[in-house]
């Protein structure tokens, strides 16, 4: 087994697939096992062990990873470097970066040529898993909101041929008095116009404070904050107008076509 000393605040938020059966070592005299280096040493979190005849408690175990740090034993920088007589010394130096097209190869030249006395190298997995990862939620997410204008198309549909239908004396009187087809499809159309706006500008709002009140639990970090974005909220208002246009153009037809002779009989 290998003793690593890290910086544990880092190190967790760098390693955020960790999980820990109990509690991150907080003081000097605290160590993290691996899984492997926990059945070696028969030791749980709780329990202590000695190094180079130091005591030291298990503050967690980590769940079981695949990789190397398995079989570590994870102690503070400081409190490992004066085990080792290796003060203000480090071996390994990690660096985390998340984003789509990076120029790795470019990243790590640059890097070469600032630690010229280091050997530096691209470990690509991690990155491109979470690519993946974010790609296959994007696609369930653009599923999703196909879905959801689906129905709310049909909701427009069904409530505007409700209205129409409950409309039918009204709509006969403007035909009686001479409104034109093209005058009742103006109606019908301009409600929908503002229904949908209104729609849209209450659910682009309702959907950001749903986001706000769900982003301090869904956050990595505590300095995450909503960004209001004016493109997204015209275009989830345009979409909602769009929408409604679209579902009302059946019903404002059929009302436009409806005979003012059969609806005055109503009265």
Not at 5 to 28: C, N, R, T, Y
Not at 47 to 64: C, M, P, S
Not at 100 to 111: F, H, K, L, R
Request: with cysteine.
């Amino acid at each position: 087994m290998l003793l690593v000393g890290v910086d544990f605040d880092s190190e967790l938020k760098m390693k955020q697939w960790w999980q820990i059966f109990g509690d991150a070592p907080k003081a000097d005299n605290e160590v993290l096992l691996g899984s492997d280096a926990s059945k070696i040493l028969d030791a749980s979190s709780g329990d202590t062990i000695r190094i180079k005849e130091e005591t030291f408690k298990v503050a967690g175990v980590l769940d079981q990873t695949g990789s190397q740090d398995d079989s570590l034993v994870f102690a503070s920088l400081g409190k490992a470097q004066k085990i080792l007589g290796k003060e203000g010394k480090i071996t390994l130096a990690e660096v985390a970066a998340l984003c789509s097209g990076c120029p790795i190869g470019d990243m790590v030249t640059q890097i070469a040529e600032k630690l010229p006395d280091a050997k530096v190298s691209a470990i690509q997995q991690v990155v491109e898993g979470r690519l993946k990862a974010l790609d296959q939620f994007k696609r369930f997410s653009y599923a999703m909101a196909g879905v959801v204008v689906f129905i709310g198309s049909l909701i427009v549909f069904v409530t505007m041929m409700g209205s129409v239908n409950e409309r039918t004396t009204e709509i006969g009187v403007f035909r009686a008095i001479g409104f034109r087809k093209s005058h009742i499809m103006r109606i019908i159309l301009l409600e929908a116009v503002l229904v949908s706006l209104l729609a849209g500008i209450l659910g682009y709002a309702a959907g950001m404070g749903g986001a706000k009140l769900a982003l301090p639990f869904m956050a990595e970090s505590k300095n995450a904050h909503l960004i209001w974005d004016s493109t997204v909220a015209a275009g989830s208002i345009g979409l909602a107008v769009m929408l409604g246009l679209l579902a009302s153009l059946y019903p404002a037809l059929h009302a436009s076509k409806m005979d003012p002779t059969e609806a005055l009989r109503a009265l």
